[in-house]
């Protein structure tokens, strides 16, 4: 028997101008950004004439950009890599598709269009999963039919800072990229700039999240979107339900002594994740519960080996049996 060929997204590329198109059926391809958009940092020298009139070129700290697929410098300003964070497409792709896999989302079935805008300065993924459709909400369309949309991903980068890191994940027929959806409902959605503190990695996660919960437990994700959860109001949560309560002697010896018997720094950290995810999620619990995903799934010091990978396990059990608890779901239903 044959084995299946798998469909190379380079082999199947549309040119219009500037701009390449391709559809496709794996997450795992991402030929097209590899062959038409893989761009580096390349390091820019200075001119300078000294008293005789000579010049030399001095190096500096800023960098330009070189798309190595093509061999072209791209005509952009200089950069300084301390404070842009370079997302080079190739590689933010095989990112995603990495993380994709290591869900539960059906992959078998999918339709990707990957395109590239300006040669290659701005890129857009589509993922549609076709065994995943908005039949419990989905809209009417004006003949009285089911308008039913196929739950997606999209995804935007530029490496020009023309474009800011955006993910967007729901059921909906399309999109614009000053947050509108049309024909359904966004999961999730994330905008990030090219800073130095920007992760990817976590949007991309939160974003299949979202995914997961819409066809599994979709009236809850709509719960959690629709209540309301002030900053004080998660402070507060985090406090009653003891998530960051000390452990050890220390926090027993001052259990009757307000404030240190808490762990600040955990307090802190979650309550700094909570304000980014409601400028997209707004004060909801479902900011909340994003905040605490995040908190579960990105180490500061992860991919360093086994030991990281133990503590990601074990925060991903406290974080399920805190959003289980008495407290999270009595919170979820007032």
């Known amino acids: 028997m044959f084995?299946?060929?798998?469909?190379?997204?380079?082999?199947?590329?549309?040119?219009?101008?500037?701009?390449?198109?391709?559809?496709?059926?794996?997450?795992?391809?991402?030929?097209?950004?590899?062959?038409?958009?893989?761009?580096?940092?390349?390091?820019?020298?200075?001119?300078?004439?000294?008293?005789?009139?000579?010049?030399?070129?001095?190096?500096?700290?800023?960098?330009?950009?070189?798309?190595?697929?093509?061999?072209?410098?791209?005509?952009?300003?200089?950069?300084?890599?301390?404070?842009?964070?370079?997302q080079p497409h190739d590689r933010l792709m095989q990112e995603q598709a990495a993380r994709l896999q290591e869900t539960d989302l059906p992959l078998d079935n999918v339709e990707v269009v990957d395109r590239i805008y300006l040669e290659g300065l701005r890129v857009h993924r589509t993922i549609f999963f076709n065994d995943l459709t908005d039949r419990q909400y989905s809209n009417r369309t004006r003949e009285g039919q089911p308008d039913v949309s196929r739950?997606?991903?999209?995804?935007?980068?530029?490496?020009?800072?023309?474009?800011?890191?955006?993910?967007?994940?729901?059921?909906?027929?399309?999109?614009?990229?000053?947050?509108?959806?049309?024909?359904?409902?966004?999961?999730?959605?994330?905008?990030?700039?090219?800073?130095?503190?920007?992760?990817?990695?976590?949007?991309?996660?939160?974003?299949?999240?979202?995914?997961?919960?819409?066809?599994?437990?979709?009236?809850?994700?709509?719960?959690?979107?629709?209540?309301?959860?002030?900053?004080?109001?998660?402070?507060?949560?985090?406090?009653?339900?003891?998530?960051?309560?000390k452990d050890g002697k220390v926090a027993a010896a001052n259990a009757d002594k307000e404030g240190l018997h808490i762990n600040q720094k955990k307090l802190a950290t979650l309550l700094d994740l909570f304000t980014k995810e409601t400028r997209e999620l707004g004060e909801t619990m479902w900011a909340g519960y994003n905040a605490l995903t995040h908190w579960a799934t990105h180490l500061p010091d992860a991919n360093k080996g086994g030991r990281d990978e133990k503590k990601r396990f074990d925060r991903n059990r406290d974080i399920r049996e805190l959003t289980s608890g008495d407290l999270w779901q009595e919170m979820a239903a007032a």
């Not at 709509?222 to 004080?232: A, G, I, P």
């Open 3 to 86: 084995g299946v060929i798998p469909t190379h997204a380079a082999d199947n590329a549309r040119a219009k101008g500037a701009d390449i198109f391709s559809t496709h059926h794996n997450v795992a391809d991402t030929s097209l950004y590899e062959r038409f958009a893989r761009f580096r940092p390349v390091p820019v020298e200075a001119a300078v004439t000294d008293e005789r009139g000579l010049v030399e070129n001095l190096p500096t700290k800023f960098k330009t950009l070189q798309n190595t697929a093509t061999g072209g410098v791209l005509d952009i300003l200089p950069f300084n890599p301390d404070s842009y964070n370079l």
């Open 151 to 245: 739950c997606r991903l999209d995804m935007f980068n530029s490496v020009d800072k023309s474009w800011s890191f955006q993910l967007f994940s729901g059921a909906y027929r399309d999109l614009c990229r000053n947050t509108q959806v049309f024909g359904g409902e966004k999961a999730y959605h994330q905008i990030q700039k090219h800073t130095k503190n920007m992760n990817v990695g976590a949007a991309i996660v939160k974003g299949a999240l979202g995914l997961s919960m819409w066809e599994g437990q979709l009236e809850y994700m709509q719960q959690l979107r629709e209540k309301r959860l002030t900053m004080q109001g998660f402070n507060d949560f985090l406090i009653a339900s003891e998530f960051v309560k």
